[in-house]
C-alpha cells in the first residue's frame, strides 16, 4: 500500500502497519486515553517560525502545530479500530495566541468528548484561573516555564525556574479548590531529580492534596540515571500520577513500573511530534534521535538498510512499555490501567468535583 500522509513530513507507511500487526494490535486495549496530546490551531500563530529558530532546539524543527481535526484523523490511522479520547493542551509557546488557542481547544474538545487543559499564564488572577476552569470540557491546566514571558532568542530562558514562578501559588489554590487536574512539565536542566523540583512537588502535593497532579514524561526522564535520581524518591506517594509519553527507553519505564505501579502512570502520545520516523539511542544522561528525514539536527545519519527499518517513535515508545510491563510479569488489567483506566478515574475525579458533565 502507499504510505497514507500523517502530519508535518510524516507518513504512515507498510512497515508501520506491520509493526501493528506484530506487536501493538493483539496488546493494546479497545479503548485508549491519549492524556497528554497537544492540539493548536496553527492560525493563532503569532509570530513566525524562522530558519534561525527552527534550529534552535530539534523539537522546534520536528514539531508543527495540529489542529484538532488532524489530530483525530492521525490517532485514527495509527491506532486502527481503537476508541481514542484525549486530555489535550495546546502549544505552550507565547508565539501562539495563549487565549484564543484555549478558546478553540476547549471548543474543539467539547465537540468530540476530548477533555482540555487551558495554558495557564502565571500573570493571570486568581478569579481568572477560576473562570477559566468553569468553562465547559476544561479540568484543568497545563502550565510551563516558557509562558513566564517570551524570549526571542532561547527558548530555555526560564529553564531554571521555579515551578512556582510559572504555577503560583495563587493559582494552586484556586486548582486546589476545583480539583482541577494540573499536567506539570517540571524545570531544570538536572530534571525532576534536582533537590529543589522534589522539594517543591512535595510541597504541592502537601499543600494542595486535592490536584489531580500529573508530571509529564516522568519528570522528564528520558535516560535511566534520571529516572533513578528522580523515581524512588517520590514512590512512597500514591495520589502523585505521572504520564509516559515521550519515553522511549525501556529501562525508564520498568523502573517507573516498578517504583510507582501501573495504577499511577497515564499513557501519552505528545502528539504531534512523535509521529517521528526512527530510533532514540542512550548514554548515560544523553541520547540522540535518530530519524531518516534530512533535518538540520540530524547530522549522524545510520545505514539506509537500518533507516529502512524505522518505524514511528511513537510505536517505539509502545514497544519499549510493552517489555517492561512483560519483564514485570504484568499482564492485562495493567495495561488497562496505564491506557485508560488510570486517566478515566482521574477525569472523573477533575470534572465531578467542578460540577461539570463535558
Ligand atoms: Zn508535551
Redesign the pocket.
Known sequence: MNPIPLHHVWDYRDIDRAFWAEHLEGWMPPRIVDA?T?VTNPAHRLVPMTEEKRRQYWVAEVSEPIAAEDAERCHAIVFPSRQVTCVA?GSPDLDFDIEAGNEYLRTECLARGWHALALLRPQWTAERVEAELAKPSVIGVKPYYALISPDRTTRDAHLEASIFDFLPHHALEVLDQRRAWVTL?VPRADRLGHPKNLREVREIRRRYPHIVLVI??FGRCYTEPHAREALPPLADDPGLYFDN??VLNPAVHRLALECLGPQRILYGT?GPVFYMRGRRQWQGRTYINRTSYPFFFNREREAPEIEGTYTLYLYEALRALKGAIADLGMGKAEVEAIFHGNAERLIARANNSSGKTG
Open positions: 497528554h497537544h493542551m512539565h509529564a514524561h509519553c515521550a505528545d
